[in-house]
């Protein structure tokens, strides 16, 4: 059985299906799918394991179209989004058809971005077989590409029509990508509930020996956090921005390393250190809390420290292209406290350099 | 002085501005420019003809990006749209940046496109410089670029800030360019207004002179016409779809002769032909109308054929892959009477045969 969370975007309203074997229950995707076109659109990896049950499930359509992208964060661009394109028209799916995203973040980020832009706007649904994209990606809008000089910077806020989150998925997902998952998972709890972060360290074993019923609650409170800061500004015109916890590190980090070398979630992991410890500059939380931090991410063997190769300049120069810089303001985020975080546009050169200095 | 046109769409509704020397007029630019950064997207025809005009209107924005796109509809692609997102990432725009289109259509619909997508969706405004651009693509919303398999493809429903129409550019208009732009001023009487379609008649030797005020005329109307059938369905759900009268048949010749090569306005005017001789097979308006259409057409050097080399399966497979297209019946707009459009979806393959033996 499915637990079902609701984002309330108004018309752009959508459930969240979260429970084992949805894959077995066709018509939990069929009311979600107006016309009579179908397009599963998944990558190299995960299609061998779930794209066959998923396509006996959308039997009864009248064209059913599969495109398999290759894997990897560095195939997120316009170049593989034209091939989705291509496939589309060679096919003749039309703006009645309905695209379904079955992977990772990569995969329902381009699939999301196809999706808003062809035929100026088609159906689509997210199902998220990885931690990371079934607690953050799969949730927002948020959809896009990369370009070679910078992270996530061509795409639009698209909501998909439902997300379907089959925690079986989990059992294949690889160790190191479970961590980048739990990172992000983490990362709720820090911005906005001490509670969820304090029940995170108590259960962190079981989520690492992936325990089904500690995983389920796991994303049905990242999933409930994230929709509710989503419902509340749904186009990041400012709550929404406190998501970017470790975000705007990560994405130099991510950047500087070449996509796919640093996981997103390891990347971000490094990056909330970072904010960590420029909050606990300021005096707003403990070094104590940052170094449990700290210890809780070695434990998920996450990095809790920027790539040695990279230096306060590249830093600067990256982050200032980040989206959330406004007419020249580098604008972070930090933590109030446990639990609570704050988006701060006032942070100095020197706090930065002194930040890059104790980081390692 | 400009006239002022409001398009209303709730939160995303915009002024257009018409009228003489407007871009000696700075502050109508600025007042919609949110933040300190600019960029003027143009094309090498239109840009030696009025950018430096615009840009001292601009001086006093702290960062002012010029970006000159290769003219013609075949460069309306992708890779064209990846170039103004790396000048715009080169140089260090933000999510606070302003996108201006200065030309025609197509640098309209990509610069419009390139706003909906860059970082999710920045601001742009619309300095349309064709009469085609001026009366049809900077109103309501549509931004796309072509695929080689059919034409605005891939595309964003997005609205400008502010659409700005100086109707001293129609000057160095070429004439066919501003017949082609004709066209789609006598598509708006067509369908929606008959005391405009028989101004029209009467005005079309003053409209071929360039005499301003019959020009301006028009051209307010259109937009007028325009503005009231997409404040009443942004994203074509229903009465807008009346807005492509001789669109599906023109798309398919367009397709068909490459793009570039027929004038948008001129491929619709053959498909209005098309269409107006289908509304008269179906006995909705007369014989002699259907050939005042023809003969005005004709005084106005546009084509009233379809080309010679185009057969009927060209047609009905390039048709088949309209966007209006739905589950795989084709949708045309045809005329009820001269002024009144209904779209129908129940055309038979008999009459579209006899239609295109008839046409030639």
Known sequence: MAHTLHVDLGERSYPIYIGRDLFSSPELLARHIAGRQVVLVSNDTVAPLYSSRLLAALGGFSRVTEVILPDGEQHKTLATLNHIFDRLLQEGHNRSTTLIALGGGVVGDMTGFAAACYQRGVDFIQVPTTLLSQVDSSVGGKTGVNHPLGKNMIGAFYQPQAVLIDTDTLHTLPPRELAAGLAEVLKYGLICESNFYAWLKDNMARLLAREEAALAE?????????????????????????????????????????????????????????????????????????????????????????????????FRSLMARDKKVLDGRLRLVLLREIGAAAVVDDVTDSELESLLMTAR
């Open 218 to 314: 796991a994303i049905e409170r990242s999933c409930a956090a994230k929709a509710a800061v989503v419902a509340a500004d749904e186009r990041e015109g400012g709550l929404r921005a406190i998501l970017n916890l470790g975000h705007t590190f990560g994405h130099a980090i991510e950047t500087h390393q070449g996509y796919g070398r640093w996981l997103h979630g390891e990347a971000v992991a490094a990056g909330m250190v970072l904010a960590a410890r420029l909050s606990a500059a300021r005096g707003w939380i403990s070094a104590g809390e940052v170094e449990e931090l700290v210890a809780l991410l070695g434990s998920m063997k996450l990095p809790v420290e920027p790539p040695a190769d990279m230096s306060l300049e590249d």
